[in-house]
């Protein structure tokens, strides 16, 4: 199947699922920046389903943190509408969309003087008025943040004497801590070393269980996404070229289109890389 299309191949995604997780739809896209004349994506529909885990793969340049920045909030498209649960992205207020969608970004920039228990205590700005202190909850969530991402032990040691990895994690401990309804990630394993890697995504996936959060997630491994995620969206050339399920959409035929890769598929999925075509 290929196409702009990507609603769920089973039925029309709704707005919530039974446990009230919100869906996150885009319509009607058209994404782009102010140096480009043409859009960098087009899509006519793409939808992350509520209370599940969506990665979004493809080739460089082919417009996957880019349509994420539009999902987030974070790049109004020139054409179409973005919502959450039913809501216009756009029309919600920067508190509001904040405690609403978590987002973590490749560009990162984070004082290196900051501890990670600092840093994390970041993620709850969304919950509290100007100038006020963390209240109960606030340090709760901030808790459990950093016990989830595995950096606990890690609270008084300044970022910046972090290896890559443990930074990483550090930062998914921050926009945990938030507790967004929607957390999207732009390849947040991105030169970590594999032991990290699946440190990060183990938990995110362990988050999009216990609390039932809609997730989507940028990734550059195939065989990672075919791991770890419900739905998966190809991307090819700025327009969706599939959308479903990995042991439906993981093909040697996309591998071909999508990645210029000959490869073989096995039951999984398990990709087998041969070589570039």
Known sequence: MQGQETTPRSAEAADTDADGAPALVGDGLRIGYS???????VCDRVVLPAGEMTALVGPNGSGKSTLLKALAGQLRPAAGTVELGG?????????????????????????????????????????????????????????????????????????????GGQQ?????????????????????????????????????????????????????????????????IALRDGEPYDWGPPDEVVTEQLLADVFGVAATVREGPEVVPHRPL
Do not use: C, W
Not at 194 to 203: E, F, G, M, N
């Open 87 to 163: 809501r216009d992205v756009y029309a919600m207020g920067k508190k509001s969309l904040a405690r609403a969608v978590g987002l973590l970004t490749q560009e990162g920039d984070t004082p290196d003087s900051l501890t990670v228990e600092e840093l994390v205590r970041h993620g709850r700005y969304p919950h509290r008025g100007f100038l006020e202190t963390l209240s109960e909850a606030d340090h709760a969530a901030v808790e459990q943040a950093l016990s989830v991402a595995g950096v606990a032990d890690l609270r008084d040691v300044e970022v910046g004497t972090l290896s």
């Open 168 to 232: 990483q994690l550090a930062r998914v401990a921050m926009v945990l801590a938030q507790e967004p309804d929607v957390l999207l990630l732009d390849e947040p394993t991105t030169f970590l070393d594999l032991r990290h890697q699946l440190s990060v995504l183990d938990t995110v996936r362990e988050r999009n269980h216990a609390d039932d959060i809609t997730v989507g997630i940028v990734l550059h491994d195939i065989a990672q996404a075919a791991r770890y995620a419900d739905n998966i």
């Open 35 to 41: 140096t480009t004349d043409e859009p960098v994506v």
